[in-house]
């Protein structure tokens, strides 16, 4: 019985790629949308489950009206909409750049874990404390 061809350690495998692109379509139509549809003109998206439990603001409230700001080019109002999900956005997109190119997601060491929630807990506590 043939074996399947095993791909070189630097292509990525058809199924892989088939799922990346996927991915990728979807998550431009959903970009595409939110660009169309930006959330403070249209009521389609709902509300954070957490700020409508408690009235605090989460780490990621904000940030689907970050996104549609950053695709309108407005920097200013997305950073001030939700300055974590700005900073993060370009390492997020890295990550996943890292992770389709090496075939698996890339292991981030303890240390970036733990400064990445100090991070999330001390900007939600900020931004739910200062006026």
Do not use: D
């Amino acid at each position: 019985m043939p074996h399947a061809k095993r791909p070189a350690p630097h292509e990525v495998p058809p199924a892989r790629r088939k799922g990346a692109l996927a991915v990728a379509f979807f998550s431009l139509a959903a970009l595409a949308l939110l660009y169309r549809y930006p959330p403070a003109s249209t009521p389609i998206y709902p509300p954070c489950p957490i700020h409508a439990l408690t009235g605090l603001l989460c780490p990621g409230c904000g940030a689907t009206r970050s996104l549609a700001a950053l695709l309108h080019g407005h920097l200013q109002q997305a950073f001030h909409l939700n300055a974590l999900f700005v900073i993060l956005l370009p390492l997020v997109l890295t990550y996943a750049a890292c992770a389709y190119t090496q075939q698996r997601w890339p292991r981030v060491p303890t240390p970036g874990m733990t400064a990445l929630y100090a991070a999330a807990i001390i900007f939600t506590i900020l931004r739910n404390t200062v006026v």
